[in-house]
């Protein structure tokens, strides 16, 4: 089995700054893909942004610029630094990862159980 577990949340002040961990843990061969994703209550779970094992980022437009994400493949972990936060950035946030538990080339995905931000005016 795997698991993902986020840490990193909590309540700033608009301005400020948070980062976030996700640390991947059981039983795999390898990890590609890993991302941030994060929800707000009533809307949909969007994607913030993500890394393949190779380094290669994406992001969504309103944290370009603001948001980095990163991972350290010996950890099995992503990051996601976030400064510059503003009240519209609150959400939980999720990670996921593209694990490979054999040598064989099929993946699954799985999320982590989230980590609230809430971001104060």
């Known amino acids: 089995q795997v698991q993902l577990v986020e840490s990193g949340g909590g309540l700033v002040q608009a301005g400020e700054s948070l980062r976030l961990s996700c640390a991947a843990s059981g039983n795999f061969f390898s990890i590609n893909a890993m991302g941030w994703y994060r929800q707000a209550p009533g809307k949909q779970r969007e994607l913030v942004a993500d890394?393949?094992?190779?380094?290669?980022?994406k992001y969504e437009d309103s944290v370009k610029g603001r948001f980095t994400i990163s991972r350290d493949n010996a950890k099995n972990t992503v990051y996601l630094q976030m400064n510059s936060l503003k009240p519209e950035d609150t959400a939980v946030y999720y990670c996921?990862?593209?694990?490979?538990?054999?040598?064989?080339?099929?993946?699954?995905?799985?999320w982590g159980l989230g980590t609230q931000v809430t971001v104060s005016s």
């Open positions: 890394v393949t094992s190779g380094g290669s980022t």
């Open positions: 996921n990862a593209n694990v490979r538990r054999t040598i064989l080339p099929i993946e699954d995905l799985y």
